[in-house]
């Protein structure tokens, strides 16, 4: 009988991945930092068009591209003569299962279907659970998603809460567990016992799957307005959306620069039970913005084919009271009714915005949908019933946990910039760390890719003590 | 009384606190991983009875029966009047006037 011990199944998570992704990542693998990174985004063998005609078969992708002209009067009325860029915003949630991760788990869903899986196991509390399960009523497989979804009271975070029925819409089995990172413990078991394909949000097809965003805001971009938008902002969490985004954007020879944003939980511990229903993002946080971009890797894959830090040109945070706000200003000035984790790279973008001379345009590249349980108001009623201190005021005194404070006015909306510098070095210590020993000559150029830096940095960074 | 057939919920516990992870903080350690998860009866049987059920998925699953857990309740919350004035502020500015928001 098979040990099914915490220690024991952990132990045998190289074999249950590497069965259950039908892929074998040790051959992009060096034997120690470096790795074969494009080598392995070019094993699945798809080309951008081939993609592009699975996306379509599951009725994913192609969505509208749309200028929020109320948003950049608002802007502009917050900036300087002269300031205020023009912001556009990629109509995600209009994909069959309401947001990105369609197209992500289009790819993953196909490949299963093609290689013979009878089912697709994921683990996420997001939208990406509700984008496998789509994706897998069409093709006629089983569904599994496992997810964090209670506090040790059995209190359900209500975005989570609605996430499992949008699940269940789709005839997903879903099983929700209590807050822990064992919930991967769990994930592999299931791997194990189904014989399913993992619909990793991390393995190459999930990442090729947003190449499509990418490509098509170049493409839709210059119809509509003969050139490239000067700034994309996508919302970072594992770090997937933004690779996805930014190697699109490159595919079509596009060099528009790609941001980052996160909304800033600073200070809230991810695996605390106590914490867990005190925040009111469950995804595009710093809480995984952060680790995921210093070190890809942790994810549940050997190697993530979301590595952040080789695309993005600038980092920015927002508070959770800006997110609420630019959420329900999409709503009252374009009549736009989306989910607000969606939303903070729309409020990132309105900050950068009102620095940007008016005639350049920033593209946010998602929306996602919203509902019972994930709308502002669900979120922000829920946060007062657990104690969180609602208020107007200065978004620079919210303390993540104790309170959400509203901008009194929209000019307080101010994204703060990230150290990306910092993030680079931490990424090199991780890589380090991880693969202990001296740091070789195929490193080095790894590495530089790995931060888009240049070779006296990482050399600096090599030589310091690890 | 539950019959064979029903679609239920089911709990069990994954790992007591001395199994969990030994990177979980206090206060997660503190507590069991707890797991819920919904399926057909696979026998009669009563709220806190060990039962087994077939899952969406086709799966066997062994835990307690639980009571309820089977209506979706989550709603769009108590009313946030801030919200009210977030669009009074941003109509103003953009249009001008009274918004009556």
């Known amino acids: ?466 | 009384m539950p019959k064979q057939g029903d679609w239920v919920r089911i709990h069990s516990v994954v790992l007591s606190p001395d199994q969990r992870a030994p990177q979980v903080p206090e206060d997660t350690a503190g507590v069991p991983l707890e797991m819920w998860v919904k399926g057909y009866l696979t026998e009669d049987a009563q709220v806190g009875d060990a039962v087994t059920v077939r899952t969406a998925a086709g799966r066997l699953a062994q835990g307690t029966l639980t009571e309820g857990g089977l209506n979706y309740t989550h709603s769009f919350g108590d009313n946030v009047p801030e919200l009210r004035q977030v669009a009074a502020m941003v109509w103003d500015r953009v249009f001008g006037g009274d918004s009556h928001a």
Not at chain 1, 198 to 207: D, G, H, R, V
Not at chain 1, 343 to 354: D, I, K, P, Q, Y
Request: hydrophobic share 40%; proline share 5%.
């Open chain 1, 1 to 466: 009988m098979r040990d099914n011990s915490y220690q024991a199944v952990m132990a045998r998570r190289p074999d249950i991945m590497k069965a259950a992704v039908g892929m074998d990542y040790s051959r992009f693998e060096s034997g120690g930092i470096a790795f074969d990174y494009e080598g392995m985004m070019q094993a699945p063998g798809l080309s951008l068009q081939e993609i592009e005609a699975i996306q379509h078969s599951y009725a994913i992708g192609n969505t509208p591209l749309i200028e929020l002209k109320n948003i950049t009067a608002l802007a502009r009325a917050c900036a300087a003569p002269g300031k205020g860029a023009r912001i556009f915003v990629k109509d995600e949630a209009s994909n069959p299962s309401g947001s990105f991760k369609a197209r992500r788990a289009a790819v993953s869903v196909e490949m299963a279907r093609r290689m013979g899986y009878k089912g697709v196991v994921t683990a996420t509390s997001g939208n990406y659970g509700a984008a496998v399960a789509s994706c897998a009523a069409k093709a006629g497989l089983r569904c599994i998603v496992v997810q964090e979804c209670f506090d040790s009271h059995g209190v359900g975070q209500p975005e989570i809460v609605e996430k499992a029925r949008k699940c269940e819409a789709f005839g997903a089995e879903v099983l929700q567990l209590t807050v822990g990172p064992e919930l991967f413990y769990v994930f592999l078991r299931l791997l194990e016992e189904t014989g399913y394909f993992n619909a990793s949000l991390y393995t190459p097809y999930a990442i090729l799957g947003i190449e499509t965003l990418g490509a098509e805001i170049a493409r839709q971009f210059r119809t509509l307005e003969g050139r490239d938008p000067d700034l994309v902002i996508a919302t970072n969490a594992g770090g997937g959306n933004l690779t996805g985004t930014a190697r699109g954007l490159l595919h079509e020879n596009c060099a528009t620069p790609v941001a980052a944003a996160s909304v800033s939980l600073h200070g809230l511990h991810m695996a605390s039970d106590t914490q867990f229903n005190r925040k009111s993002f469950t995804t595009g946080h710093t809480g995984f913005g952060v680790p995921f971009s210093t070190w890809p890797d942790r994810s549940d894959v050997p190697r993530s084919a979301g590595r952040p830090l080789r695309y993005l040109h600038s980092y920015h945070t927002v508070t959770q009271g800006e997110v609420f706000f630019m959420t329900e200003t999409l709503s009252r000035l374009e009549g736009m009714e989306r989910g607000p984790a969606g939303n903070t790279s729309l409020a990132a973008a309105f900050s950068l915005a009102r620095q940007m001379p008016s005639d350049q345009c920033i593209v946010v590249q998602e929306t996602e949908y919203t509902g019972a349980g994930k709308h502002h108001n669900a979120q922000l009623a829920f946060a007062r019933s657990r104690g969180i201190d609602i208020r107007f005021g200065d978004p620079r005194d919210e303390v993540p946990g104790q309170s959400i404070v509203l901008p009194r006015a929209p000019e307080l909306i101010q994204a703060q910039e990230a150290d990306l510098a910092q993030m680079r070095r931490s990424l090199i210590r991780n890589a380090r760390q991880h693969f202990p020993g001296l740091v070789r000559p195929e490193d080095i150029p790894f590495l530089m890719d790995e931060t888009r830096a240049d070779e006296a940095f990482v050399r600096a960074q090599c030589e310091e003590e690890p």
